[in-house]
């Protein structure tokens, strides 16, 4: 969407709230007994909760919405209506669910908003006239208990969506189509890429074989990468006693995001909710000295986050994760450098993953809010200023805001816009001043004196599930040669073949090249739908004058064109190749 | 140890409880006012309690040697002595720690022992005479509570070995010796490998860099090997709901081996102590036809078990562990075969990694102990088959043992012998038979029937923790070439040749060799030394020559000769080569 439909939240809110009233007045006219519910607008839309002896069918959509197409016609202006307690107990006397709003409601005048001869109890917002609602649509319906209560009665909820004018409309749900199309959730099912299980808990996904493929692929780039730029592997245990989060601070600054606590040996353990305090352990093993700074510790590290569990979503928001996560320990007059370094590598590993749109949010804490910020102004102060030095240095533009730090430092956000065009959250740096003093790491600098190490931490992918989604989408599910779980399918035209085929599967293999086979019974053209389905990139077919020739059939994803005739040897070069350039 | 220098573990326990015996009379003779504690044997050797004001110093143990050694060439018989309760607190008034011991006695009739002089209280059997404790050592002194209780006073423990005949003791301490420079947490600490620390918990180790490289190869080593077999790599998160491990068994099988729950939603969350119900998770998304069978799952599986604090033991007893994991779901048909698969695997990996004396001992349980193992005998005896069937097909020998399958089905354990010719389980494979049932895994058959399948549950490298265990103590920590955390170390004469070394180590790393240098004003024999401390098993010397030659001087990991003139490239070769062999 170019240019905003509405030109503030709260007229947004308005436009749509105005038109679950319509929505209800739509329904009363074909249905005077249904008794209404709630009608508000949300994130995005509204919608309105009925209570219906027979239920609506999706079909009823369509009658109410030319109802509702009349009613914006009639173009009636949206009028406030007070009425004492009495009188509304008296209006309302055949509406429940309103009478049991009412209770709640305080003071002796209650406020409606009326259109023609519908109204609705009211005090929120809205429009001027039905007549504003030039385009609107009715999107679901579902069923809700009456005030979220299982225990109260279930209505039927009918979601909709409307804008100012029928453009805006089409745009709004032809970029739902798409998001819908690259929902990574439906994607990652299709393709077999991970799976939520009900028995294992929210927000715990499992890695199926494609979905690790890929994920390994990722790892096994982000370690190559970090290790030629000096970074050193470690690999930590899930689990610590608490005595640990109390001295690196997060018992008392993010208790509220932690699992609770394993009673053991009198002790309590704890899941880790970060990596930190276990690479501040090693560390302490490491360094004695400025000379062995600076020190760049990296993890592939598990962890895990009490998320609501209502908010677990596919693998943007789980509640375990894997981070590419490092802690760089360095000297204070080292930390601009070293900072540079990290954006560096940032610059480094986007373009590779095709992301071109990004930028960096600086995050600063809102000192009034002081309990959320230990340590004293000027220290991140001196911080946020390492950071713009190196931004500058970097030739990178900072866009700064206020209360979003982490609770040891200034962070870093690194901002992206999505293939729709939405702006996301993919990765964070902070450069922490606080936890090696707190946590008495230590380092003897040249002039002999304990000095403490400033610590950036860093996760250039954020989590491997959060960046899996947003591959999965970027690329609808059709990844790059050299992230695809199954680079090349190969296809027999009959049984013949399959010996040949097997051959040639092996050399490919033996490349290390990730091949299937489907060597079925099914015609060609059935197989080859298949592998379209699956977004395999090439496709090798085998039939008898492939086996006389000792040459492959290649077909590449989304294309009809075949090429045949090309020598096995060739092939693998054109694979490597293209894997090489990581395209 | 060819010929075990004790016919019976009671001879042996006599023995050493004897020598505890002679230990106390010479302790007595020395300070007649010492006061006596307990003298047990233990798993190897014996120790007696003393309570003395001055405590002993370690000088005190030659001169305790020298009595003992009169002692036993007075050669008195042990005579067994019986004393009333009466007699016996008269005859032991001066010793309140045997009086102590004396009110948990109960009856009339008091044992004791006496040579010659001296007569302790005891009810253990004992050697014929002091004579026949030709050989001995005492090797340390400890403190120890009165009855292990710390708020109870204090005594000095002093530990002992003895045998039958010098050469037996001279065998047994050289292999300690041995043991003990071999000892795989002295020789983590040296190298930097990993670290315990106290603040994460016991048995919780952290890899260091050096230690989480040698894991890392054998982890990429594990994963292509296994994914060319036909295995398919998944990750899963490490916590679950209590509702898997009550369906997978584990809850009413297992409990007392797991960390203990955390609460939250409304529910119990487990860390997991296996990966198995995980695993069938994604069985039950990837499985719906006897055609997608065999389906072999494998992961780098992190667990964590609930080892009593006090048994965790450096790497070898772990509370949190990365298994080696994989679950083969096979049909009844297939199983043998996949047994024989597993065994072609394990012989592989083993001959790779240097181990040659190994057998398989099948564990199959002991029906009578009913509770613990769930199904009919006739399936356990199926899968018992099956194991032997295939070991017979793969030419190996068998051994069976009674009483400690696992829950659900025989299971196969890997012995070795180390190093130092001590038994020891490596790796294990279990035949289940249960869980597919309880957790109702099913796949349709050729007949269109449904089925359950059979479940081969192995980790062929056991934990990557006890087989790093493993490998130190094998190679003392002088890693081979292709699993050396640091496989070459640079070093310069002067810093004149700094800016060359610099240009080959960046040569050795674009080629995947792991470099580190050491240009520091040091001489090169300081800096060779410290290679040699470190174990690395290439050292680069640069000094003028070869800066002007274009060569490098090579030094190979305990040798004192250095081949001059060598070239870069060849050099490469020659670790490429070598590492391609994992030599």
């Given at each position: 969407m170019e240019k905003a439909p509405f030109v503030s939240e709260a007229e947004k809110k308005a436009f749509w709230h105005s038109t679950s009233h319509i929505l209800a007045d739509a329904v009363k006219r074909l249905w005077p007994d249904v008794k209404l519910g709630i009608g508000p607008a949300i994130d995005e839309g509204f919608y309105y909760d009925f209570s219906k002896k027979e239920p609506f069918i999706e079909a009823d959509l369509a009658k109410i919405e030319s109802m509702m197409k009349k009613i914006t016609k009639e173009d009636k202006l949206f009028k406030e209506v007070f009425m004492t307690r009495k009188e509304a107990e008296k209006f309302l006397k055949d509406e429940p669910y309103k009478l049991d709003l009412l209770k709640d409601f305080p003071g002796n005048k209650v406020s409606f908003h009326q259109h023609g001869n519908f109204i609705d109890m009211c005090n929120t917002p809205v429009v001027?006239?039905?007549?504003?609602?030039?385009a609107f649509k009715l999107l679901n319906l579902a069923a809700a208990y009456w005030r979220g209560d299982s225990t109260k009665p279930q209505l039927q909820r009918i979601y909709g969506i409307s804008f100012p004018n029928k453009e805006q409309l089409d745009e709004y749900l032809k970029l739902q189509a798409e998001l819908e199309k690259r929902d990574h959730r439906k994607i990652g099912k299709q393709l077999k890429l991970f799976h939520l299980a009900e028995e294992v808990g929210p927000g715990l996904p499992l890695w199926l074989p494609n979905g690790e493929t890929v994920r390994q692929v990722l790892l096994n780039y982000m370690r190559d990468l970090e290790i030629r730029h000096g970074y050193k592997y470690v690999s930590t245990p899930h689990i610590t006693k608490s005595q640990l989060y109390l001295a690196s601070g997060h018992l008392p600054y993010y208790k509220d995001d932690m699992y609770p606590p394993m009673k053991l040996d009198n002790e309590e353990y704890y899941l880790r909710p970060m990596n930190c305090p276990h690479h501040h352990m090693i560390y302490k093993q490491l360094v004695?000295?400025?000379?062995?700074?600076?020190l760049r510790l990296a993890e592939a590290g598990s962890i895990y986050r009490k998320e609501a569990s209502g908010a677990a979503y596919g693998l943007m928001r789980v509640r375990g994760m894997t981070q590419n996560d490092s802690h760089n320990y360095c000297t204070k007059a080292q930390t601009k450098e070293e900072i540079v370094r990290v954006i560096d590598l940032f610059k480094e590993v986007y373009s590779v993953m095709g992301i071109k749109n990004f930028w960096f949010r600086l995050s600063l804490p809102d000192?009034?809010?002081?309990?959320?910020f230990g340590g004293d102004a000027k220290e991140w102060e001196w911080a946020a200023q390492q950071i713009r030095d190196a931004a500058k240095d970097a030739g990178l533009e900072l866009r700064e805001v206020v209360g979003e730090a982490a609770f040891y430092g200034p962070k870093i956000d690194v901002q992206i816009k999505n293939v729709l065009g939405r702006e996301e959250s993919i990765a964070t740096a902070q450069v922490d001043i606080m936890v090696a003093k707190r946590m008495n790491l230590n380092f003897v600098n040249e002039k002999n004196e304990v000095e403490h190490p400033v610590i950036i931490h860093r996760a250039i992918l954020g989590s491997y599930e959060r960046f899996m989604a947003f591959l999965i989408e970027n690329y609808a599910g059709a990844f790059p040669l050299w992230l695809a779980p199954v680079q090349v399918k190969l296809l027999t035209f009959?049984?013949?073949?399959q010996k040949f085929a097997e051959k040639i599967e092996r050399q490919l293999k033996d490349a290390g090249i990730r091949v299937e086979s489907d060597y079925s019974n099914s015609t060609v053209e059935y197989k080859v739908r298949n592998a379209e389905l699956e977004k395999v990139p090439y496709v090798l077919v085998i039939g008898d004058k492939e086996e006389k020739n000792n040459t492959v059939a290649v077909r590449k994803r989304g294309t009809a064109k075949v090429q045949f005739g090309v020598t096995v040897q060739n092939f693998i070069e054109l694979v490597m190749g293209e894997v090489g350039k990581k395209k």
């Open positions: 001027k006239s039905t007549g504003q609602i030039k004695t000295s400025y000379r062995d700074l600076p000192f009034k809010a002081k309990a959320k009959t049984d013949r073949n």
